[in-house]
Structure formats: structure tokens, C-alpha cells
């Protein structure tokens, strides 16, 4: 008896192996809010970042603010024996293109690439944005602390590089400050026309604009509560696509939306302490981010961000008016809350480029029939695939079956009509692709 209890000890212990990986937990514990706090200080520091500033100075503006970044990056890569590739890439915008652009500006963002071992050319993206800006967007000389956005999202991009620079994943990793966010998204449109004009394949991007608020102007403190906006199905699909959607599903299913499940699932397995919101809408109400330039051209692509925000601290000139304090300052950033929402990023950056790509051409059948019947090219790396579902009403893939190296398999007793499909691939060490939504019918 004692040695049946054992046998399945151990076989109870392997399984749950194949399901998590220390690694990731060990990427949790090393980001250090310590850090980020530190450079939150800095960012915050350059007085102001606004796209439009002064580009000279070495202390103030958004030049000193982007050539310290680049210094920060240049650094962490010579920990690691240049494991970085680190670059300007910037786009010239006109004055005039919108009103908040008062004169010609260069948009310079920052890159770093950390370069996969297998699949050097598929890319998974951490962004944060360099600038900032007080009450009128076009103000670019006035104190522009941008403390909570986004020197929150900058510096967490910067310590997600510092801890995962200390190990190798098999796709590549970009760490990315992006600028002109304020001015109207310029600094995400340039890189994604850099992406696609390098025929970078892009798995997504997450995007982190305000990581650090915890007190809402409502009252609310939530220090376990963040939000992953994605948009249901990409803006530039094309007809076939959406008319293929009324017969055969796929309404809430899209690219972006599996990435935001992928990361919601990730978070619930390694940092069960979290409580993370999948919003279905592309942004806030009305208002935008850096990921939208990247779905606009038709790369998956979330917004991580506080749960309740802080309006009297964001886009405010420093005053105080009526017994409040205005404007986005250092101390109202929570430091140990930004390493949390950092280590979510930073998990999902290291199980998405330990994972081997997701399945392509995933076919579904099953119409007048008790069983539902897949399809999928197979993809370099995978040690199996597994097929999930979920009743259509469900946000999240509550069930799956792992298959094995095959490249079709049938579901039997399912009922094709009740539930969503998808199919992702399984790497050697357990890691999983994002979900692949079907894309085909099987006849
Ligand atoms: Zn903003």
C-alpha cells in the first residue's frame, strides 16, 4: 500500500512537471521592484519627456531620457556577452500631420532584441513608451513627470530584459520603448512598418502603459487586479473572413484575444496571488495605446494596465487646485505592484519563446455529426498538440486534451455546435503555442 502511495507520488509529481516549469517561477522571484523604483525615478527625473522636447541637454527632455534607455540596454546586454541587439529606430514626423504636432520631430524608439535560439526571426514584444505630457498635448516644455504613465510600462521593460537577458529562449524577445504615444500612436506605427518592411514574424506585442497605479480616484485599492485589453477579431481581416464568422464562429476568437487568454492562463498557473481582467475591447473607452498600430497592420496585440486608474495624476499639469493634487508624480507610484504586473509580462515573454510556434491551417468539421474532427499543419519543435474547447459562452479555454504528434484527430462525442475550438502545439519541456482558432472547414 505504502509503495502504491509512492509509485503514485511520483507519477502525480511528473505530471504536474510536465504542466509547470521552475524556471518561470524562478523569473517571478528575480524581478525587483527595488529596480524599477529606482528607474521610474530616473525616467521621471528628465523633467520632462514630451515627444517635442528638448533633444540636447543630457539632463532634461526626451533625447537625454531615450539616450539613457539606450545606455540601460547597452548595459544589460554586456551582462549577458551582448546577448542584445540594441538600436535606434526612429521616423520623422511633420508638423502639421496632427495639432499635436507643432513642429517636424524625429520619433525615436528604442530597441533591444534578444535573439532566439531556433527561431531567430519570430519575435514576441514587451513595449513601454519613453514620452509623456501635461494637460495640453502640444505643451512639450512644462514639468511632464509621467511617473505612472509610462515611465511605470518603460521601466518594467527595462527589468524584464535585465532578468530574462540571464537565460536563452528559443524565439526572440524585444524589449521596446516607443515615443510619440501622446502625440497619436507614432512611435508603434513606425516599428510596426519596421516589422513588416523586415518581414519580422511578430507573435504579439504587449504593451505596458501605466503599470503602477493601485488607488483609484474612486477609492478603490486593488494591488492584485490588472487588465488585458484586446480587440475581438483583427481591424483589417478581410471580408471573406468576417462573412465566414456568421456560420462558423469566431466573434470573440481572434488573434489578440488568444494572446490575452495565453496570458491570462499563464498568470493563473504561475502567479495565482493575481487577479487579471480580460477586457473585451481594444482599449478604455474611447482612449488609446500602443498596441492599436500593431493590430491596425494585423499583429496580435494587448494593453496590460492598472485595474483602477488615477485621472487627477495622468495627463495633468503639476498644481494644486481645490485641496488636490494634480499631476503624475514619483510617489504615487506602487513599486512592488509594478514588479507584479512586470513578472506577468515577463512570464509570458519567457513561455511564448520557450514554446514552439502554433499551429497553422487548423481545420474543423463535424457538422451533422456526434463528434468533431480536426486538422493542422504540423510546426517545427512540437513534441505533440493539444485540442481545447470551451462552452461559447466561456472567456476561457476550460477544456482540453492533449493528443500526441499527430496532425488530425477526431473528438468523439463532442458536438462540433456547442462548444469553440482550438488547437495549439506542445514543445519538449511542456510549453505551450498560443491557441490557434480554426481557420478552415473540413468537409
Ligand atoms: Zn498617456
Keep these: 500500500m505504502k509503495q502504491l502511495f509512492f509509485i503514485c507520488a511520483i507519477a502525480f509529481s511528473i505530471v504536474l512537471q510536465a504542466q509547470t516549469d521552475q524556471k518561470i517561477y524562478d523569473i517571478v522571484d528575480a524581478i525587483s521592484a527595488d ?41 544589460i546586454s554586456k551582462d549577458c556577452s551582448n546577448c542584445l541587439n540594441v538600436f535606434y529606430q526612429s521616423n520623422l514626423v511633420k508638423k502639421g500631420t496632427n495639432q499635436r504636432i507643432v513642429h517636424d520631430v524625429n520619433v525615436v524608439n528604442v530597441v533591444a532584441i534578444q535573439r532566439g535560439t531556433k527561431y531567430p526571426n519570430r519575435y514576441i514584444i514587451m513595449s513601454g513608451d519613453i514620452d509623456s505630457r501635461v494637460s495640453n498635448p502640444a505643451d512639450f516644455t512644462s514639468d511632464s513627470p509621467g511617473a505612472n504613465d509610462n515611465a511605470s510600462g518603460m521601466a518594467g521593460t527595462i527589468e524584464a530584459a535585465r532578468v530574462l537577458s540571464k537565460y536563452k529562449f528559443e524565439s526572440s524577445i524585444i524589449y521596446v520603448g516607443l515615443s510619440g504615444e501622446e502625440q497619436g500612436l507614432f512611435g508603434g506605427q513606425g516599428l510596426a512598418k519596421y516589422a513588416q518592411d523586415n518581414n519580422w514574424d511578430i507573435v504579439g506585442i504587449l504593451n505596458n502603459d501605466m503599470i503602477g497605479n493601485i488607488t483609484g480616484v474612486d477609492g478603490v485599492i486593488d494591488n492584485r487586479t ?60 474611447g482612449r488609446g495605446g500602443h498596441h492599436r498600430p500593431f493590430n491596425d497592420v494585423g499583429f496580435a496585440g494587448i494593453r496590460i494596465m492598472e485595474a483602477h486608474e488615477n485621472y487627477t495624476q495622468q495627463h495633468q499639469d503639476l498644481r494644486t487646485e481645490n485641496g488636490i493634487k494634480y499631476g503624475d508624480t514619483f510617489e504615487h507610484v ?15 515573454l519567457a513561455s511564448i519563446a520557450s514554446a514552439p510556434p502554433t499551429p497553422t491551417n487548423v481545420g474543423i468539421g463535424g457538422a451533422v455529426q456526434p463528434s468533431a474532427k480536426f486538422k493542422w499543419d504540423k510546426v517545427d519543435g512540437a513534441k505533440g498538440y493539444k485540442i481545447y474547447w470551451r462552452d461559447t459562452t466561456s472567456p476561457t479555454w476550460d477544456h482540453s486534451r492533449y493528443v500526441g504528434d499527430v496532425s488530425e484527430f477526431t473528438l468523439d462525442g463532442i458536438v462540433v455546435d456547442n462548444f469553440f475550438f482550438g488547437v495549439a502545439s506542445v514543445g519538449a519541456d511542456g510549453h505551450e503555442s498560443i491557441i490557434a482558432f480554426p481557420n478552415t472547414i473540413i468537409r
Design 35 to 75: 529596480r524599477i523604483k529606482q528607474d521610474v525615478k530616473t525616467l521621471a527625473d528628465f523633467g520632462t519627456r514630451h515627444t517635442l522636447s528638448d533633444t540636447i541637454s543630457e539632463t532634461r527632455g526626451i533625447g537625454a531620457a531615450r539616450r539613457w534607455i539606450k545606455r540601460e540596454f547597452d548595459n
Design 226 to 285: 490588472f487588465r488585458i485589453f484586446s480587440e475581438p477579431v483583427p481591424a483589417n481581416e478581410p471580408e471573406r473572413a468576417r462573412r465566414a464568422r456568421r456560420f462558423y464562429g469566431g466573434e470573440v476568437d481572434g488573434i489578440s484575444r488568444q494572446l490575452a487568454r495565453y496570458i491570462h492562463k499563464t498568470v493563473k498557473t504561475y502567479m495565482p496571488e493575481m487577479n487579471p481582467m480580460m477586457i473585451y475591447r481594444l482599449d478604455r473607452f
Design 334 to 348: 506602487n513599486f512592488d505592484y509594478a514588479k507584479k504586473l512586470t513578472a506577468v509580462n515577463a512570464i509570458n
